[in-house]
């Protein structure tokens, strides 16, 4: 754990670990990028908005025997809504996403090109438009695109491994047969990234420290 | 079991039960001659010549 | 949101903050201004929904705009919910909030559906067709096919309902995750098993499936607090279940039970007991004679008696029988009598035969005791047109021409002829009609039962013309 203090207002600020060199200050929302010993500011973020979502920083859950905590947010926004992605943390130190859209959940990991064999890719890089439809192959399951939709990021909280400032990207939804889903992003000036994984429910995940809420029972998810 | 099924079970004994009255005393509504009507409780028999 | 809330320049939280009371969980529902009219409006799922019809003036508003821009303006009249919007109620131990509400209509049905929301669960869809209730819940996974049968869907079998057909959004109000407007039209197809419904919607390209179990009477009233629907199955949905199934298994099973008693029961009767046999010759056309079966014995108690007459070489004669069964010591009879008849003869259509020949009487509830059968035979020749006589002649002397103005059934000389005649008594047997009625009687409940069963399923089975039945929800992106 690397403890320093913001660069911006002078608080307290930590970062877990050198994959995740961005951290939005809890105080005065400024995403602050650590290059080895240095803190930078990067500019003021967006708070995310006052939302209904039971998932919040410090959430824990599990898959399988591999627990995760949620420690950072991006919220991205299209031109008819806009999801949450939530950063997993596990305790190997890798990390995934957890998509939340719709009432509905998504956990993935980022998928080496490698193993990927699909027209999307080549098509992304060259600023081709994608057609809903186009199959791809990840790890051996099969997806189709399902939405092409251009998105941009209006929100973060919590730590990541990108300055999320302004940024913008095309993004692929992937739907399977099976409760498989794919997710493939191309920001501007990035790589094209892969993530893969499957619909999952937050008992699925046996969630801890959600939100409460007044008037609902919280669920209490064990086993 | 529903509450139609327990009344027809009942009355399914009913009739069972009725019929086994009829066979020990040799009844039955279709014979030629003898005691043809409902007269289980009443006198019943031949006609005088 | 997490403990980020302290100032900046108080990092360290002082001891009088710590022991603060913990701020209560928020409210889900959140109170802005509708622009258009002014009203207050709720926003259940701040954050997820992309569309919100004010319920005061009908307008949609951008739900994902900071200033809730108004996108269209009512042109219908609003239409106030059976479930108030905001309603919580509890289905299947799951807390669910109305936080939408639609009209959709198949161009033949119209029914209602209401967008369901858990902040833990996320959304759910109860569908009202005005008879029943279904939740729907969005698949995870896209069903599999079923050799060709139809598909498969979390471990049960669909075969499909009818036809695709087209359903449009006819009124919305409340709020959605998706762009909902009224004249949103999708294409649907229906997959069914008993219980559950399989909606498959397409909507400009994207393809939905939800499944949809049909709630029990009550459930959703109850839950939701609303005016129980009566129980009724004029018109049942395509995947409701048959109220008749269960009582028309434990009709049958009852009246099989019953059947197979009965059939023992009257098993245990006894076989038929011969009592009494005598022959005797009775004259064809010859004076009346009378024969007397003495000493008839029946047991104490009440019997069956079966009285049986062969008369087996009668070829177009009959003979007419009366018995009287009379007791020995009161002298009461008990009266019945029987034809033995046989006639053949040849016509255009070729050769017939008609009549019994061993006719047999049976006499219910004889008491006990000692009795006479007194048998009067009187036997006659027919003569009908078109008969070639074939009786056996023993006294072909007496053949002759005769007239015969009454067409052959009045009394004449028949020539001497004899026909030898044997009567029987028994006692005890069963009585075969009784059995049948008794049949009868016992199925008489699972036939209607049967009957009601296949009313039904046919009712549920008739596809409305322009597609099938109701059923099903919406959600596109």
């Known amino acids: 754990m690397f403890r320093a203090n913001c660069p911006n207002c002078g608080a307290p600020i930590a970062f877990r670990s050198a994959d995740l060199p961005v951290k939005v200050c809890d105080y005065c929302h400024s995403a602050v990028l650590r290059t080895g010993g240095n803190l930078a500011a990067m500019g003021k973020v967006a708070d995310v908005p006052d ?7 410090g959430v824990r859950g599990r898959v399988g025997a591999r627990s995760f905590e949620l420690i950072g947010r991006v919220r991205w926004r299209y031109a008819d809504g806009a999801w949450n992605e939530w950063l997993a943390w596990f305790d190997d130190g890798s990390t995934g996403w957890l998509g939340e859209s719709m009432g509905r959940y998504m956990l993935l990991r980022q998928v080496d090109p490698a193993h990927v064999v699909s027209d999307v890719v080549s098509l992304l890089k060259s600023g081709y438009a994608v057609m809903p439809g186009t199959k791809a192959m990840i790890d051996n399951v099969e997806y189709w695109a399902s939405d092409v939709k251009t998105v941009s990021c209006v929100a973060s909280e919590g730590e990541l491994p990108f300055n999320s400032l302004g940024l913008s990207a095309q993004s692929i939804d992937l739907m399977s047969a099976d409760e498989h889903c794919a997710s493939i992003q191309k920001a501007a000036g990035e790589d094209v990234e892969i993530y893969a994984g499957r619909y999952v429910t937050l008992a699925d995940i046996a969630a801890t420290g959600l939100r409460e809420f007044e008037g609902w029972p919280m669920p209490a998810y064990e086993a | 079991m529903s509450r139609h099924s327990l009344i027809f079970g009942v009355f399914c004994l009913g009739v069972v039960m009725l019929s086994v009255f009829a066979i020990r005393d040799g009844y039955s509504p279709f014979a030629s001659a003898g005691a043809r009507g409902p007269m289980f409780f009443g006198g019943y028999g031949p006609t005088h010549k | 949101m997490s403990d980020d809330t302290l100032a900046p320049d108080n990092p360290a939280p002082t001891p009088e903050a710590l022991t603060a009371p913990p701020a209560p969980p928020p409210s889900t529902v959140k109170p802005v201004n509708c622009p258009n ?8 799922v701040a954050g997820t929904t992309v569309s919100v019809i004010c319920s005061h003036c009908g307008s949609t508003l951008d739900a994902t705009s900071p200033d809730l821009q108004v996108i269209a303006k009512a042109d219908e009249a609003l239409k106030t919910p059976e479930i108030p919007l905001g309603t919580r109620g509890v289905i299947k131990g799951r807390t669910w909030e109305v936080v939408g509400y639609q009209e959709r209509t198949d161009e033949e049905v119209t029914w209602a559906e209401y967008l369901l929301f858990n902040p833990y669960e996320g959304y759910a869809f109860l569908v009202d067709d005005g008879r029943r209730f279904n939740l729907g819940l969005l698949l995870d ?14 471990g049960q079998n669909f075969s499909r309902f009818g036809d695709p057909y087209p359903v449009h959004t006819v009124f919305v109000v409340g709020e959605f995750y998706w762009r909902a407007a009224v004249g949103e039209t999708v294409q649907e197809t229906d997959y069914v098993t008993p219980g559950t419904m399989l909606a498959c919607e397409d909507y400009q390209g994207e393809r939905t499936w939800t499944r949809l179990d049909m709630l029990e009477w009550g459930e959703a009233e109850t839950a939701f607090r609303i005016a129980k629907r009566r129980k009724e199955y004029s018109s049942p949905a395509p995947h409701e279940r048959s109220p008749y199934k269960s009582q028309l298994f434990e009709a049958w099973v009852i009246g099989v039970i019953a059947a197979v008693t009965l059939f023992l029961v009257s098993g245990m009767a006894g076989s038929q007991q011969r009592i009494a046999s005598t022959t005797t010759d009775a004259v064809l056309d010859g004076p009346e004679k009378t024969l007397v079966i003495k000493d008839v014995v029946l047991p104490p108690g009440r019997s069956r008696v079966e009285i049986d007459a062969d008369a087996t070489s009668l070829d177009n004669s009959w003979v007419d029988l009366d018995y009287s069964l009379t007791d020995q010591k009161t002298q009461d009879s008990i009266d019945s009598y029987g034809t033995a008849e046989f ?12 009549g019994d020949r061993k006719p047999t009487v049976d006499l219910s509830s004889i008491p006990g005791g000692r009795y006479d059968l007194v048998v009067t035979l009187s036997a006659h020749k027919w003569n009908g047109a078109g008969s ?14 005769h007239g015969f103005a009454d067409g052959g059934w009045g009394s004449s000389s028949g020539g001497g002829v004899t026909v030898p005649v044997t009567v029987t008594v028994d006692r005890g047997g069963v009585f075969g009609g009784n059995i049948i009625l008794g049949l009868l009687v016992i199925l008489i409940w699972p036939i ?30």
């Open chain 3, 448 to 477: 209607i039962v049967l009957f009601r069963h296949l009313g039904f399923e046919k009712r549920r089975k008739a596809v409305l013309s322009s597609g099938s039945d109701d059923d099903d929800s919406g959600s596109d992106d």
């Open chain 3, 343 to 354: 006639y053949s003869g040849t016509d255009s259509d070729g050769s017939w035969t008609e």
């Open chain 1, 51 to 57: 939302d209904v979502s039971p998932l919040q920083l």
């Open chain 3, 388 to 401: 070639s006589s074939s009786a056996p002649v023993t006294d072909t002397s007496l053949m002759g021409g």
């Open chain 3, 141 to 154: 996974k896209l069903p599999t096919s079923n050799w060709g049968l139809g598909l498969s869907a979390d």
């Open chain 3, 37 to 44: 009219c002014g009203g207050t409006v709720e926003i259940r």
